[in-house]
């Protein structure tokens, strides 16, 4: 409630980059209230991921808690979201950013709909070289096992941007704050984030190099 008329204030005076650090602080701030709960956050990346072209950064999905961290650790490369239109509405400050920060909403009941709103959102990554962040299972993993990924949307993207690279990453132990449901968010949780080796998506075929990608990040779900 707080970060929403902030946002709004921000963009309206202060544009985009205005925009994006009030988004960058909100989240910070979030992590921050989880830390009241004993909840740390780490990330481990041994890769040198490039700042000065487009990245997308795929990502199994255990719960919304996921989303902080990857804006904040990855701010640098300003991550913008594939996510499900319904979250466009409803939701203080969350929904604002989706609608207004460059990231695309789609229906996943639209197949067609959806792969236009893709291509689209690969153009505009190419001609602003930020970065997109999707979750291919689709929806959240309530038990941390992984789902099986839904590959059309990573492959129109990896087709539209054959000279970007794709950033493969596990998230671990986010599920564990909603083993109860929104309440109570369990005490002590450690968030993992482990980022895999770049990969040059115009080095493979995207068929394959996403069925490669599902690989890595499921390897390493614990």
Known sequence: ????????????????????KSV???????????????????????????VNKTCIFVANHQGMYDIPPIIWYFRKHHPKFVSK????????????NLRHGGSVLIDRNNRRESLIKMGNFGDYLKETKR?????????????????????????????????????????NNSWKLFKHGNFPIDLGV?????????????SEDPEALAAKVERIITADIR
């Open 1 to 20: 409630m707080i970060f929403h008329p902030i946002q709004w204030l921000c963009l309206k005076l202060g544009g985009y980059e205005a925009h994006k």
């Open 24 to 50: 960058d602080i909100f989240n910070f701030m979030l992590m921050k209230c989880l830390n009241i709960l004993g909840t740390t956050f780490s990330v481990e990346n041994e890769h040198d991921i490039p």
């Open 85 to 96: 239109k319904e979250l466009g509405r409803g939701i203080p400050s969350i929904s604002f």
């Open 131 to 171: 970065s997109a962040v999707i979750f291919p299972e689709g929806t959240r993993s309530r038990t941390g096992a992984a789902k099986e990924f839904r590959k059309n949307g990573m492959m129109m993207l990896f087709k539209k941007m054959p000279e970007a690279v794709v950033v493969p990453i596990t998230i």
């Open 190 to 202: 450690n968030v993992n984030l482990k980022t895999h080796e770049p990969i040059k998506i115009g």
